[in-house]
């Protein structure tokens, strides 16, 4: 192993290297084996829809056939709450697993949508950084959790895992990124949506050159579209001229319903399935999965 400088944001004075990935992309200590498709889904802006995005394309994955596990590493918690997860039942949360007290599979619980699983988050993962900061795998512990996440008992049989990434991109997210495959950034339809994207990118490719070279943007999603509004009809023009086909053709319109569906533990597909953000985020799930085969048969 060689130690290399940091560059990254390092925690405390002492700057420790990252333990670097092998050749095969994986971290030195974690096994090699088949597993899901990791999707992070970033953006260091706030408001923005990362966890309604990760809440509701997980179920409607999930009403397509897919078995999917969201990883909430948010310490909002707020992807763990719009599923229906009260914080009596968060026994083992993402933050026992990013500081070793336990296997993902032990933070694994079920929830209310058939083939859709969580991961919870907790408030201790504010401390996260301050705790592991120091250590030289500290960028792969997601990675590591995720490794063989199909394998042993109790049986899983995930085929995406979503990442719901806090707004800000600390060493949680730099741990997303170094575990996904790819990412899925949404954008508020609003005059400042590109204002972030740049460094979100220049992050992107500072993780790809240091701890995940096979990290791409799976895609941009607008998200809070309304019609009716010509700013919002403006900034998509811009966004899908700066970043062309990296943009989904699907639009998420600012919905009272997809609003509303958190505050009953719901996803909207769930809450309301015929309203229009519901078949947005279904019309999402089927386009990603038309851009995973593509990506599969390139």
């Known amino acids: 192993m060689t130690d290399t400088p940091d560059t990254l944001p390092p925690n405390g004075p002492q700057v420790v290297p990252f333990e670097r990935p092998n050749a095969s992309g ?44 969201i990883v909430d590493l948010d310490p909002q918690g707020n992807a763990s709450t719009g599923l229906g997860i009260e914080h009596q039942s968060r026994r083992t949360s993402t933050y026992d697993v990013m500081t070793g007290q336990a296997p993902m599979r032990d933070a694994v619980i079920p ?14 993962l504010s401390g996260l950084e301050l705790e592991i900061g120091q250590q030289r795998d500290r960028a792969f512990r997601l990675r590591t959790a995720l490794n063989n996440i199909n394998n042993g008992s109790p049986a899983f049989n995930f085929t995406y895992v979503l990442v719901d990434c806090p707004p800000s991109l600390n060493l949680i997210t730099v741990n997303a990124m170094a575990a996904a495959n790819s990412i899925l950034v949404p954008m508020q339809c609003e005059f400042f949506a590109l204002e ?46 700066f970043m062309g086909k990296q943009v989904y053709d699907t639009v998420i319109p600012r919905n009272v319903r997809i609003s509303e569906a958190p505050s009953y533990g719901k ?32």
């Open 26 to 69: 994986i971290s030195a200590n974690a096994t090699p084996g088949a597993g899901p498709r990791v999707i992070a889904i970033a953006n260091q802006k706030g408001g923005v829809g990362k966890t309604t995005t990760a809440i509701n394309l997980g179920t409607a994955l999930a009403a397509i056939g897919e078995h999917v596990l």
């Open 111 to 124: 929830t209310a949508v058939p083939q859709l699983h969580l991961a919870p988050s907790t408030m201790d």
């Open 196 to 241: 972030g994207l740049s460094q979100l990118l220049k992050t992107v490719e500072e993780v790809k050159k240091n701890l995940n070279p096979t990290l791409s943007i799976h895609g941009i999603v607008m998200t809070m579209y309304d019609s009716r509004n010509n700013l919002a009809n403006q900034v998509v023009a811009d966004v899908r001229q």
């Open 267 to 298: 996803p909207v597909l769930v809450y309301d399935l015929k309203c229009v953000g519901s078949e947005a985020y279904l019309r999402l799930a089927t386009e990603i999965i038309q851009r995973e085969r593509e990506l599969k048969a390139g």
